[in-house]
């Protein structure tokens, strides 16, 4: 079993930044792949940016290029936000998976997730 907790969502003007971060607990992770998703009101629950480690790569969602950034130390994975925008509100959540074909196909199939945390809240203000 893992237990995902994550923070660091808030509110934030329109070019603000912010980092989430996600802590693992409970099995060992270091192989496990890890994303970020996020849900808008109304949305569907969308990838926002994956890594593979047992491959190496590294989806990131053409909506966030250049603006967002996914990093991993030891248990706790972590998501620099910069130049936020509003349509960037929503809840986002970290997941972790045991093993995942890619990066990219963590990221286009939530459905597959092994492991979620409950979410933290970030809103851009335009």
């Known amino acids: 079993q893992v237990q995902l907790v994550e923070s660091g969502g808030g509110l934030v003007q329109t070019g603000g930044s912010l980092r989430l971060s996600c802590a693992a607990s409970?099995?060992?992770?270091?192989?496990?792949?890890n994303g970020w998703f996020r849900q808008a009101p109304g949305k569907e629950r969308e990838g926002v940016s994956c890594?593979?480690?047992?491959?190496?790569t590294t989806f990131v969602a053409d909506s966030v290029q250049e603006r967002f950034t996914i990093s991993r130390d030891k248990n706790t994975v972590y998501l620099q936000m910069n130049n936020l925008k509003p349509e960037d509100t929503g809840v986002y959540f970290c997941a972790t998976s045991t093993w995942v074909p890619t990066a990219r196909s963590m990221c286009m199939n939530p459905g597959d997730i092994h492991y979620w945390g409950h979410g933290t809240q970030v809103t851009v203000s335009s």
């Open positions: 890594f593979n480690p047992r491959d190496g």
């Open positions: 409970g099995d060992t992770v270091a192989y496990y792949a």
